[in-house]
């Protein structure tokens, strides 16, 4: 069973960075032949899905409510995917999740999505 981890969350000022991490909890998953998300949800609201990066690693999507503040990216080597959060605004506080489809089909789209960490934190102020 895929078992992801999540970590690098916290507390930020408005304007502040943070980048978070996800790795899988065992070495054998290879993350980096699958589909990779983050999704980030806040109490009462839906998932919402802010990042893909597809298996081999080289495109991405991204939601509009992060286009050009959050960067998704692989380290291959470490079995890593990384986001990066610039620009963070007081509406970027939520629950931050790691994703995986298990396979090289990806997208933004919720139900793609199969595996998924236990979240970290994030809260700007």
């Known amino acids: 069973d895929v078992q992801l981890v999540e970590s690098g969350g916290g507390s930020v000022q408005v304007g502040g960075s943070l980048r978070l991490s996800c790795t899988a909890s065992?070495?054998?998953?290879?993350?980096?032949?699958?589909?990779m998300a983050w999704f980030r949800q806040d109490p009462g609201k839906e998932r919402e899905g802010l990042a893909t990066?597809?298996?081999?690693?080289?495109?991405?999507t991204y939601a509009d409510s992060v286009k050009g503040r959050f960067t998704i990216t692989r380290d291959k080597a470490k079995d890593l995917v990384y986001l990066q959060m610039n620009g963070l605004k007081p509406e970027d506080s939520a629950m931050y999740y790691c994703?995986?489809?298990?396979?090289?089909?990806?997208?933004?789209?919720?139900?793609?999505?199969?595996?998924w960490g236990q979240g970290t934190q994030v809260t700007v102020s």
């Open positions: 994703a995986t489809t298990g396979d090289r089909v990806c997208g933004l789209l919720l139900r793609y999505f199969h595996y």
């Open positions: 065992r070495d054998t998953l290879d993350l980096g032949s699958k589909c």
């Open positions: 990066i597809y298996a081999g690693g080289v495109a991405t």
